[in-house]
């Protein structure tokens, strides 16, 4: 004999989000339950996708009936449904859904369709099931998990699912009042306690982690301030050795050794005076060799100036009187005369 199942809990603000990470998973999902065939989970049916987060549109739906939500407000009406195992077997996958999407309407048509954030069919685990999570409004305008699903609201719901849906294909509904659980609400509760459990060891991982960095820059620290305290003693003692130098600067010269000291300042005085005077010659040496520098300098550059006049000028005779200038460059040689060896005087 198989059974339509339908079980509800009730989630408050924080346990939101794994559920939904949960209840929306793709491939990538890595999850505590071992149950999952990965390379099932692109088959999930989703009746209806919000496009943000469960949190986000259901903080949008409570304001768009202008309820109020409180720190210990049940946010979530999460739903598990299904039927007996053994009832899916052989069942063809568009039976499947047609079965699922009859509880869907059953559900938006009783607590309106706007009132449910996530409706996902899991066929990647062993038995097909529907997580349908809705935001509990009340009267249609109150945020109240416990007036909408009472004991006796939840009484008349399993009775209206099993005669609207359940009837038609084939299904049973559990004894009225029995407080007998269906094998697969115990699965999806241990399920769900291996989903917390799971989340428990990410966060001491994550702890443990955040205790190893603090700890790794508790030691930066420490030895930022060793290496401060190093400076430091450095810097001391750079200021004592400046100390003992101006100390010594500015006591006075002890009458013993008084002379000796003197005497060497006198020597050294005499040096520096010596070596003055040899750089004041070699200063005069080399001013005078540069002031003849300048003067050849001065004349060669006067007698270029005439050279280019000069050239300048023959240029000119050769322009106006070529005969004239040929006969200055190419002189004419004048003829010899014999001498006749008489002389007058």
């Keep these: 004999m198989s059974y339509i199942i339908c079980n509800e809990k009730k989630i408050?603000?924080?346990g939101i989000p794994p559920?939904?990470?949960?209840?929306?998973?793709?491939?990538?999902?890595?999850?505590?339950?071992?149950?999952?065939?990965?390379?099932?989970?692109?088959?999930?049916?989703?009746?209806?996708?919000?496009?943000?987060?469960?949190?986000?549109?259901i903080k949008q739906r409570v304001k768009e009936v202008g309820a109020r939500i409180k720190k210990?407000?049940?946010?979530?009406?999460?739903?598990?449904?299904?039927?007996?195992?053994?009832?899916?077997?052989?069942?063809?996958p568009e039976h499947i859904q047609e079965y699922f999407r009859e509880c869907y309407r059953f559900f938006a048509e009783r607590y309106g369709e706007e009132n449910i954030v996530g409706a996902v069919v899991h066929l990647d685990e062993t038995t097909p099931h529907m997580h349908l999570n809705m935001v509990p409004i009340y009267q249609g305008h109150r945020l109240c998990c416990k007036h909408l699903f009472d004991r006796v609201a939840l009484r008349k719901l399993q009775t209206d699912i099993y005669e609207q849906v359940g009837k038609h294909w084939g299904l049973k509904r559990g004894e009225k009042g029995s407080k007998t659980k269906h094998l697969d609400v115990a699965e999806y509760k241990v399920k769900m306690a291996e989903e917390k459990a799971a989340e428990i060891t990410v966060a001491c991982v994550e702890a443990e982690q955040g205790l190893a960095n603090v700890k790794a820059e508790k030691r930066n620290t420490e030895k930022e301030v060793e290496s401060l305290s190093t400076q430091k003693e450095t810097l001391?003692?750079?200021?004592d050795?400046?100390?003992?130098?101006?100390?010594?600067?500015?006591?006075?010269?002890?009458?013993?050794?008084?002379?000796?000291?003197?005497?060497?300042?006198?020597?050294?005085?005499?040096?520096?005076?010596?070596?003055?005077?040899?750089?004041?010659?070699?200063?005069?040496?080399?001013?005078?060799?540069?002031?003849?520098?300048a003067k050849r300098a001065d004349q060669a550059e006067r007698s270029n100036e005439a050279g280019k006049k000069a050239l300048d000028k023959l240029r000119e005779l050769e322009r106006t009187n070529p005969e004239a200038y040929n006969e200055?460059?190419?002189p004419t040689p004048k003829p010899r005369v014999k001498s006749t060896g008489n002389f007058k005087y």
Excluded at 20 to 45: F, L, V
Excluded at 77 to 84: D, K, L, Y
Excluded at 236 to 239: A, C, I, L, P, R
């Design 12 to 14: 408050k603000h924080d």
């Design 19 to 57: 559920v939904e990470k949960e209840n929306e998973r793709d491939e990538q999902y890595n999850g505590a339950n071992k149950n999952i065939d990965h390379s099932r989970t692109g088959n999930n049916i989703r009746f209806v996708e919000r496009g943000q987060s469960y949190l986000t549109y």
């Design 72 to 92: 210990d407000s049940v946010l979530l009406s999460s739903w598990v449904i299904t039927a007996s195992p053994e009832w899916f077997k052989g069942m063809r």
């Design 236 to 239: 001391t003692k750079e200021v």
């Design 241 to 293: 050795d400046l100390s003992e130098v101006k100390d010594a600067a500015t006591c006075p010269i002890p009458v013993v050794g008084k002379t000796s000291v003197i005497t060497s300042l006198r020597v050294e005085n005499a040096k520096l005076k010596q070596e003055n005077a040899d750089l004041s010659k070699r200063l005069d040496v080399a001013m005078t060799e540069t002031l003849r520098e």
């Design 328 to 330: 200055l460059m190419h």
